[in-house]
């Protein structure tokens, strides 16, 4: 069993520099394989995730070079093969790899994702985009097949605006033959980043940024050094850490200009924050300000990933504060392990109502899932006495350093244990 051991309340104080995101860099990981060639990522995260999707690229006979934080991927002479179910099972995300594969190998076989503790997380959207693009798709034994010697470009329109079936589209699109029109597409700077990297290596992505994309096909794509952008939900996780514990941080690269909702919401709850030399400065000695009222929603919206962390914070404010959850129905998970160190709150379907204590106590937790884990780390930070948050090993699949990042802030925090825990 691997756990997190925090010693609760002590104000964090202290800089550090911001990771690379996780959810920017998995889909660029993806768009490695369109291209018989040679990919290099500067500043890419060394999480789970990512080793899992390496791991997916390698049993396409990729190779794959770590030098520091820079990633090296040589796509030029890659098999086709099934996505190994392990992986497939491990990190719901690998259905991504879908239009890649078909744009490089013709077809793809992969594992069927399932549903995951924060939702359902149905994949319709993704399978019907595929199949607008010429793919033909079937299902059996827990596997997706599919196939399509040469995608089409075609018009598809999102009924709804979902982050992976919009990058999922990207990439199959990319390299389809003609133009492919898409409307409704999700605005999430991981979107963005992805059609930048993309055209950055010669696609042709027109409207980035917006809800309609035009993207014209083109045969190839070339070699390519790119930057993965800082992490926004792990800078906003640390900033909550600061928060519950009314500390005063510097976050350097934090991506600022994506984290306008969360910063509005910081401020509303009492942190004071400026951009100073490139540095988010964070002051929360005046955080404990309920919040009436957040909803989650697609970016720029809340995020919710964020959700979690936030209400570690709100539970040691004064007050009253409610929060509507309104993308991933699994996200109240948390609420049980908060409830063992005396947060109130209560919730009814997207609903909760977290009713401020003057202090939580530690406690012995479990982490269910990323976020959710992260989010039993700040309350630890904030919470008298000593915290035990195990399972971490979910955690660690986004961050990539959290006890060492903590640490730095004068948290007293440190990993103990080892064992492989997927999720
Ligand atoms: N949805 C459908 N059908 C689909 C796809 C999605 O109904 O075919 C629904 C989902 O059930 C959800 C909504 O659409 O209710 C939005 O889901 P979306 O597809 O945008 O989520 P995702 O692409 O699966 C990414 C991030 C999540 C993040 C969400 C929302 C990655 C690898 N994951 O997931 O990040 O919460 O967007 O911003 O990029 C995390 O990092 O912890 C994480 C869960």
Known sequence: MSYIRIYGGKPLSGC????????????????????PG????????????????????????????WEGDTLVIDCTHLKFSAVPSVYGHQMRSSIILFGA????????????PGGCIIGERPINMHLDVLHALGAEIGERDGFLYGVCPLLKGNDFCFLKSSVGATQQAILAAVKA??????????????????????????????????RDLEIHGVEQLCDVQDQIPPDRIVAGTYLC???A???????EDAPVEEMQSFLQVYHKIGGQYEVKSGKLVADSRRVGLPLPFVRTEVYPGFPTDLQSPLMA??????GTSHIRETIFEGRYRIVSELRKMGAQIEVSGQDAWIHGVDALRGGRLQAKELRGGAALVVAGLAAQGETLVEDCGYIERGYEHICEDLQALGGNICREADNDIGG
Not at 101 to 112: E, K, S, T, Y
Not at 245 to 251: D, N, S, V, W
């Open 16 to 35: 550090l520099k911001m990771q690379g995101s996780k959810n920017a860099a998995l889909p660029i990981l993806a768009a490695a394989i369109l291209h």
């Open 38 to 65: 040679k990919t290099i990522l500067h500043n890419c995260p060394r999480i789970r995730d990512v080793n899992y999707m390496l791991e997916i690229l390698k049993s396409f006979q990729a190779k794959i070079d």
């Open 101 to 112: 594969m078909l744009g490089r190998f013709g077809r793809a076989i992969l594992p069927q």
């Open 177 to 210: 033959e003609g133009v492919t029109r898409l409307y409704g597409c999700a605005r999430e700077p991981e979107v963005v980043h992805l059609a930048r990297h993309l055209n950055s290596r010669g696609a042709d992505i027109r409207g980035i940024g917006s």
């Open 241 to 243: 850490a600061c928060a």
């Open 245 to 251: 514990t009314r500390g005063q941080i510097q976050l």
């Open 313 to 318: 914070v709100l539970a040691l404010s004064k």
